[in-house]
Every structure is written in structure tokens, then in C-alpha cells.
């Protein structure tokens, strides 16, 4: 079995969901597809990113490398007052 020695992660809350690799253009799309089809569902209100990671092993040992290459933060909606609807106000001509 081959090493793979780079990759994408799809992190969740800082926590690692997934993994596709090695990085390519179908390993992101991947990646971004299971972003797309998760943000309003299973991953409600959490933090979501794509983190490319490398393994490298050099004179200095045995080392990784991440790199952040998207992430997408809740958006949080209060409820608004009716439902949402305007506020009915009664007016008159004088």
C-alpha cells in the first residue's frame, strides 16, 4: 500500500470529519462537496474548514505542515419580533 503524504481534512469545530487524498482537484472537490452538503444540516452552527496537510521528512526529521484553505463560520439569526413580519402601526391624516 502506497503512503499518502498530503491531503485534505475537513475539520469540524477544530476536530477532524474527514479526510481525502492525496490533494488533487477531485480530493478538493470532494472536500468541498461534503462542505456544501453538510453546512445546513449536520453541521448546523459549527465551524467549518479545509485544511491541506503535508508530511515531510527532511534533515530536521520528521515534520507536518497545515494549511487553512477555507473556512465558513455560522451565521447566527435571532428570531425577530412577529414572526418576521412588519409592525403594524395605525395612522391618520390630520
Excluded at 7 to 14: A, I, L, M, P, T
Excluded at 18 to 34: C, D, H, N, V, Y
Aim: with cysteine; charged share 30%.
Amino acid at each position: 500500500m502506497k503512503h499518502i503524504d498530503n491531503w485534505y481534512e475537513v475539520r469540524v469545530d477544530g476536530e477532524k470529519a474527514a479526510t481525502f487524498g492525496p490533494i488533487r482537484r477531485a480530493a478538493s472537490e470532494q472536500a468541498f462537496k461534503l462542505i456544501e452538503d453538510t453546512r445546513l444540516g449536520l453541521y448546523r452552527n459549527k465551524v467549518l474548514q479545509i485544511v491541506a496537510v503535508w508530511e515531510m521528512d527532511d534533515a530536521f526529521g520528521f515534520r507536518t505542515r497545515e494549511e487553512v484553505i477555507h473556512e465558513e463560520h455560522p451565521t447566527v439569526i435571532e428570531d425577530e419580533p412577529n414572526g418576521g413580519w412588519p409592525t403594524c402601526y395605525d395612522v391618520s391624516v390630520l
